[in-house]
């Protein structure tokens, strides 16, 4: 069974920058993506960045130019920049036959993001 782990989140004040980072505990097929989703006080769980290989990345709208997204073999980093208050929530890490409009089916426990001064 595979299993995310993930690490980093904390709290940030405004325009700072964290770094996530999710471990799978065996091997990630290649031709499955990883990914990280947030899901905010009060809000819907939203995709917020997706990578395949290629590598081909996916981001929300939002994020764009200020997080970005990679992978090494079975870790998926998330390097956020210019944080905004809005960015707070609770952030997993998602792998397998995650899509743009679907996650896939392996899910980390979760960590928190707070971004406020």
């Known amino acids: 069974q595979v299993q995310l782990v993930e690490s980093g989140g904390g709290l940030a004040q405004p325009g700072g920058s964290l770094r996530l980072s999710c471990a799978a505990n065996e091997r990630i097929h290649m031709l499955y993506a990883m990914g990280w989703y947030r899901q905010g006080p009060g809000k819907e769980r939203e995709l917020v960045a997706r990578i395949v290989s290629g590598p081909t990345t996916n981001y929300r709208d939002s994020v764009k130019d200020r997080f970005t997204i990679s992978r090494d073999k079975n870790t998926v980093t998330l390097q956020m920049n210019s944080l905004k208050p809005e960015d707070t929530g609770v952030y997993y890490c998602?792998?397998?036959?995650?899509?743009?409009?679907?996650?896939?089916?392996?899910w980390g426990q979760g960590t928190q993001v707070t971004v406020s001064s």
């Open positions: 998602n792998a397998g036959e995650l899509t743009p409009s679907r996650p896939g089916q392996y």
